[in-house]
């Protein structure tokens, strides 16, 4: 079945850092989306993404859809301690049923000691 | 605003028990979503609504029912819980296909 690839599994952080993540799969989606999930929470929609080459920006965060509609990016400029938590990539077919949208496994983001 | 509210936070069963978990959303959204989050996995769709008065099975439903009770309220059962069951249950809800809402989780485990 469709999956979808995070990486890196998990990364360090210090203060004032950019940070780089990303998804991948074999299939072809239109509509990519990125939640984090705080400690003890549920996730937060962070971007949605509908149109293959769109880059787009929430405050510090910029994600873009790949051009070959198989990938998405996420990258945090000059990251700070409550960046810390789990980033999830989601993909769909926008149009199909409300059941096919995926989640990678995530990208588990902490503060080096 | 509430948004999607969970209950319980946290449940202990034993083998064989059952229970229903309980999702409201006051947001008038038309779909609602229980997945299931392990270590490693992701998340998991169990299964979802529409809309009012429609279910259906997502990637790992078995073991489970569900209801929608009305628009507001979507509902988790397990009817005899195993050991594998044990996990963060969450319920969403979403007005666009893909943008969701989650609640804060529901900690289930099984002895």
């Known amino acids: 079945g469709q999956q979808l690839n995070q990486s890196p599994q998990s990364m360090f952080i210090q203060e004032g850092e950019d940070v780089s993540m990303n998804c991948t799969s074999s299939s072809i989606f239109n509509t990519w989306l990125w939640y984090k999930q705080d400690p003890g929470e549920g996730p937060v929609l962070l971007i949605a993404l509908y149109k293959a080459g769109e880059l787009t920006s929430n405050g510090r965060l910029t994600a873009q859809f790949g051009i070959t509609r198989k990938d998405s990016f996420l990258n945090i400029s000059a990251s700070i301690p409550s960046d810390v938590g789990i980033y999830f990539c989601?993909?769909?077919?926008?149009?199909?049923?409300?059941?096919?949208?995926?989640f990678g496994k995530g990208t588990k983001l902490s503060v080096k000691p | 605003n509430a948004g999607v509210t969970q209950t319980p936070k946290f449940q202990v069963l034993k083998t064989g028990q059952s229970m229903t978990l309980q999702c409201a959303q006051d947001m008038n959204h038309n779909s609602m979503y229980w997945y299931r989050q392990d270590p490693g996995m992701g998340l998991r769709l169990i299964y979802y609504?529409?809309?009012?008065?429609?279910?259906d099975k997502g990637e790992v439903p078995n073991g489970y029912n569900v209801s929608r009770l009305n628009k507001r309220e979507f509902s988790l059962r397990l009817e005899s819980a195993a050991p594998s069951q044990t996990s963060v249950y969450f319920c969403?809800?979403?007005?666009?296909?893909?943008?969701?809402?989650f609640g804060e989780g529901s900690r289930l485990t099984v002895l």
């Open positions: 609504s529409a809309s009012e008065g429609t279910t």
């Open positions: 969403a809800s979403s007005i666009i296909a893909g943008e969701l809402f």
């Open positions: 989601a993909a769909q077919n926008y149009g199909g049923s409300q059941g096919n949208l995926i």
